[in-house]
């Protein structure tokens, strides 16, 4: 089974610039979320979608980021004008409904660097 | 808000046990979870807990829950090199049973 693929990996811009992160979850998963993950601290959810409605982006900064999972499936994240405090991982992951203790499978993570 | 703590850093040598806590706010949750992050990669689930337990063991793995103190452990017995990581716990947030909260996370260093 493929996990939760991201892309790019890595990404360096200047502030002021945009962004955007790509995320794949796992086939059949309806669930998907992205967060942010700032050094040395844990993951903080910034938007969920199921399938391809919001069901919850109370801590997504709406002025600069946007989030959008049209089909259903893959999903975009956006950042724009970036500030320098956006720089963290950017984390996507998938959960299936069948898992009655909602497991989350994470990718891999996207490292923005803001200068 | 929920608050989710956790010690930073933790040095163990290989072969000993390691003994991961955490302290967690939201006394109704139903699964308490622990996360395993390697250098580079994304989270893993490594085990969870269902709230009407005290203990789970799992192989290496032994999780202690105590409601009453709303406190979890990780205990991971013979700590071996390939254990070194970052331990996050998560809970779930109230009313929203797929939203999780995590700890800051304890960085597991293992020694020859």
């Known amino acids: 089974e493929a996990g939760v693929a991201q892309s790019p990996r890595y990404k360096i811009i200047e502030k002021r610039q945009s962004v955007a992160f790509w995320c794949n979850p796992i086939s059949g998963h309806a669930t998907l979320y992205w967060y942010q993950q700032i050094l040395g601290q844990g993951p903080k959810l910034l938007i969920q979608f199921q399938n391809n409605g919001v069901v919850d982006d109370s801590q997504l900064p709406k002025d600069r980021f946007s989030a959008e999972r049209l089909k259903g499936v893959d999903s975009t994240l956006k950042i724009q004008p970036a500030k320098l405090e956006d720089s963290a991982v950017y984390l996507c992951?998938?959960?299936?409904?069948?898992?009655?203790?909602?497991?989350?499978?994470f990718g891999p993570g996207t490292r923005l660097t803001v200068l | 808000g929920e608050d989710v703590e956790q010690s930073l850093f933790l040095s163990v040598r290989e072969g000993d046990s390691s003994v991961i806590n955490c302290t967690y706010t939201?006394?109704?949750?139903?699964?308490l979870y622990w996360y395993k992050q390697e250098p580079g990669a994304g989270l893993q689930l490594l085990t969870y807990?269902?709230?009407?337990?005290d203990m789970k063991q799992d192989q290496r793995l032994t999780v202690l829950l105590n409601k009453k103190d709303k406190h979890l452990s990780l205990r991971i017995a013979d700590t071996q090199t390939g254990d070194s990581a970052i331990y996050f716990c998560?809970?779930?947030?109230?009313?929203?049973?797929?939203?999780?909260?995590f700890g800051t996370g304890t960085r597991l260093q293992v020694t020859l």
């Open positions: 998560a809970e779930p947030n109230t009313g929203t049973a797929s939203k999780l909260t």
């Open positions: 939201d006394s109704s949750s139903t699964y």
């Open positions: 807990i269902f709230s009407n337990m």
């Open positions: 992951a998938s959960s299936s409904r069948a898992s009655s203790y909602n497991e989350q499978f």
